[in-house]
Nanobody, 118 residues
């Protein structure tokens, strides 16, 4: 199973970016999906998750109203639309997936760097 994240880059505060994560070797059927990030000197945190069962989305308080997670099952791709970006959103963003009965994410992408300048 491989997850390939892309779409990161250098943007200015207030700009938008869309991250993509394409999966190979697994379909998204029965898999929860998530985006996580790790800023320099900080621990990795959950940004947005999407459950297979019920299609429930959860967002970190810091990104609510600005970020949107979505999935395209036909393309085996999960997206993170990021609007109104702030310098504090600067981090390496990782996509991840887990079988819906598992408690921990066990498939991880390689990460894509998002840098937001003020």
């Amino acid at each position: 199973v491989q997850l390939q994240a892309s779409g990161g880059g250098l943007v200015q505060a207030g700009d938008s970016l869309r991250l993509s994560c394409a999966a190979s070797g697994v379909t998204f059927n029965r898999y929860d999906l998530g985006w996580f990030r790790q800023a320099p000197g900080k621990e990795r945190e959950s940004v947005a998750t999407f459950t297979w069962r019920g299609g429930i989305t959860n967002y970190a308080d810091s990104v609510k109203g600005r970020f949107t997670i979505s999935r395209n099952n036909a393309k085996n791709t999960v997206y993170l639309q990021m609007n109104s970006l702030k310098p504090e959103d600067t981090a390496v963003y990782y996509c991840a997936s887990k079988y819906f009965t598992r408690s921990e994410y066990h498939y991880w992408g390689q990460g894509t760097l998002v840098t937001v300048s003020s």
